[in-house]
């Protein structure tokens, strides 16, 4: 078993959150090192991926390590009914670490507790995405200069987004004021305002998003997650819930950002896009430093 993982956003104390997003300044400046010469780093991506495979890799070639790995798990022996317990005892034979995505919650926690090399949990169900939410930290501090007493409104599917459950869980270090936007289907589980009351954070509930977050300094759009539907009917009355548009902007604080965790379907219309307060694409361009600071720090200064 490795110590060395990244499960949860919890795995990080709030110094080596700082450490990571000084570190992805440093890589954002200079992205090009050879660190990882000679390191082989696979990805196993047992549910669909852009964003966070993509850049993991490119975060990997631009360091001089090695990937290897599979997209889609339909070409991994899974598929004749491997389990994963083999798939990681194996995999972990071949990589010096392992960046995972797996449908089911804790399976990330699982691997970490089988695997000799470190696993990076690059998203487990409706449970956790600590690099999305290590990127999400550095997009807020880079847009808001801190991170401190931020009021941040969270948007759309509450209840299975796990950007937004780790995001909650990272931002207690830093005394946020919460604005949580959901239908009542989609509203964020009772264990996280849980862990806002034991953690003196303030958060109200509210359903509707029209002129609902004038006051906020980071919009955060979910989209519906309807992969983790059991219910497609109940997904079909939910899924078109929130679409946030240009003309819904103007009453917001004027260095207010919208950030996503992408991808989106229909919660933030391509109208906004060109707003100056649109930050989501910068904010997936971010994942790359963010995932460099996290493979360097995993691999390299242990
Ligand atoms: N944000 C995110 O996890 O995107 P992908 O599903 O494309 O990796």
Redesign the pocket.
Known sequence: MSNNSLVSISDYSKDEILEILESAADFELNPNRKTLHGKVIATLFF?????????FETAVVRLGGSIIGFSDVTTSSSVKGETLNDTIHMVSCYADAIVM?HPLEGAARFASEISPVPIIN??DGSNQ?PS?TLLDLYSIFKTQATLENLNICLVGDLKYGR?VHSLIMAMSHFHPTFHFIAPDELKVPDEYKVFCKRNNIKFKESSELHDNFNDADILYMTRVQKERFQDMMEYERVKNVYTLKNNMLENTKSNMRILH???RVTEIDPDVDSNEKAYYFKQ?QN?LYVRQAILSKVLVSK
């Not at 549910?47 to 850049?55: A, F, H, I, V, Y």
């Open positions: 549910e669909p991926s852009t964003r966070t495979r993509l850049s995505r690059a998203g995405h999305q950007t965790p992408l991808p997936a994942g």
